[in-house]
């Protein structure tokens, strides 16, 4: 049985959302996905399934998650991972002029606050009106991610987009049409048949709301300034890669280690990565405990041998 003891209110969706953390199989199926489905055209769609695949079954209220935006999406990537494995992500690259290796640190507590400012933000000035027309912009719904990833021309892209962006249409304060519930498709011919000057202003949102995600360093550090936060040149799928990307060398290790005390690796599977790292702990602890032992033991034995030559000297 599956306890889903986290909760976590998501602030665009308004929806709270119950979640477990990661165990030991699914951090290695989203470490295995980042590195045999990298990072490009051919890829990043199936990655992007898988991911969502894997984070769902981590998720109480599914149903409830399916209708979050984009934006309460990565918050809560960046939670999850928070929760699961921890809130810092160590970077080291090397500089192609000086050829110096430089190290840096991820917050991720930082990373979602700046978000989270960024995006409430854009959404302030998030209502349309026209002649008794009202029409309630947002972010884009989870569901519509594969659309991002589709095209590769930014500018078709951003066109094809924009419908998704609304959240309802309220006609003369009576009638509301929730988009939300509709397919792509469906949602385009309904913003088609909107009035031109309407139509206009929420191209103008959707514009700002690119423009003002790029012009801000999420990540607070000086020499990320180059990575902008971007639904259409696939950063964001960057980002989640960068949450998830993992050792797999370290989680396989912790396989070989506790199947050396005859722990099921059915049962490291299920486990959560604190967990892991506690048991491996013990044996590592375990295995010093032994060494420090033996190597007192010889140390004695050497002592012995050395006392009893002297002794013989002696005499």
């Not at 892209?157 to 309802?168: M, Q, R, V, W």
């Not at 999420?218 to 949450?243: C, E, G, Q, T, V």
């Not at 099921?264 to 590592?284: A, L, W």
């Amino acid at each position: 049985m599956e306890y889903y003891i986290y909760s976590v209110e998501l602030p665009f969706s308004n929806k709270e959302i119950f979640y477990r953390e990661l165990n030991t199989k699914e951090q290695l199926t989203l470490a295995k996905s980042n590195l045999y489905l990298p990072s490009g055209e051919e890829h990043d769609t199936d990655f992007a399934k898988a991911l969502q695949k894997v984070i769902i079954n981590c998720v109480e209220n599914k149903e409830d998650f399916l209708k979050i935006n984009l934006i309460d999406y990565i918050l809560f990537l960046a939670k999850l991972r928070i929760i699961s494995i921890g809130n810092n992500i160590d970077l080291e690259y090397t500089e192609e002029e000086s050829k110096q290796k430089i190290k840096l640190t991820v917050d991720l507590t930082v990373f979602m606050r700046l978000l989270y400012e960024s995006a409430n933000k854009i959404i302030h000035n998030s209502t349309v009106e026209y002649k008794g027309i009202k029409v309630v912009l947002g972010y884009p719904n989870i569901k519509s991610e594969l659309l991002f990833l589709s095209s590769n021309n930014t500018a078709d892209a951003i066109l094809k987009t924009i419908p998704e962006y609304i959240n309802k249409i309220i006609i003369d304060d009576k009638n509301t049409i929730n988009l939300n519930e509709f397919e792509s498709d469906e949602k385009t011919k309904i913003y088609e048949n909107l009035p031109l000057k309407v139509r206009d202003k929420v191209q103008t949102f959707v514009i700002n709301s690119i423009k003002s995600f790029s012009d801000k360093n999420l990540f607070n550090i000086p020499r990320m300034d180059y990575f902008k936060f971007n639904l259409y040149n696939k950063n964001h799928l960057a980002l989640i890669r960068l949450f998830f990307g993992g050792d797999l060398r370290s989680i396989y290790q912790d396989y070989y280690q506790l199947a050396s005390k005859n722990i099921s690796p059915f049962y490291v599977d299920s486990m959560n990565t604190s967990d892991r790292k506690v048991f491996c702990s013990f044996i590592e602890e375990e295995i010093k405990t032994k060494l420090e032992s033996q190597n007192n033991s010889n140390s004695n034995g050497n002592s012995m041998e050395l006392q009893d030559l002297i002794d013989e000297f002696e005499q």
